[in-house]
């Protein structure tokens, strides 16, 4: 399994932006399917994107045309870059690995790595 730490997370106006980064340990990375969860308060963690190790993408409804999910496997890296955010956005954002693809909307269930957690918290 890889290790996973996330950085970038912070205090942000509504319709700012936002970019969250996820480091990987592992000489295994590009094999990897990468994701991002989230976890507002009071609620349970919920999808917000994927990324295959084909650069096949995908984003939770809410979130498509204003996020952006990417990968760097030279860097051990994925990011989430955020854009016109809401005060909805606001949660605990979790990355997540597991190796080989996965298609669809995964459940966190379907993952085995996961960080620790970046808070993003949007105002009003």
């Known amino acids: 399994q890889v290790q996973l730490v996330e950085s970038g997370g912070g205090l942000v106006q509504a319709g700012g932006s936002l970019r969250i980064t996820c480091a990987a340990s592992?000489?295994?990375?590009?094999?990897?399917?990468m994701a991002w969860f989230r976890r507002a308060p009071g609620k349970e963690r919920v999808f917000v994107a994927v990324i295959n190790p084909w650069n096949g993408v995908n984003y939770e409804d809410s979130v498509k045309g204003r996020f952006a999910i990417s990968r760097d496997n030279a860097k051990n890296t994925v990011n989430l870059q955020m854009n016109s955010l809401k005060p909805e956005d606001t949660a605990v954002y979790y990355c997540?690995?597991?190796?080989?693809?996965?298609?669809?909307?995964?459940?966190?269930?379907?993952?085995?790595?996961w960080g620790q957690g970046t808070q993003v918290t949007v105002s009003s």
């Open positions: 592992g000489r295994t990375f590009s094999s990897y399917t």
């Open positions: 997540a690995g597991r190796p080989g693809g996965i298609f669809g909307e995964p459940s966190p269930e379907a993952f085995a790595s």
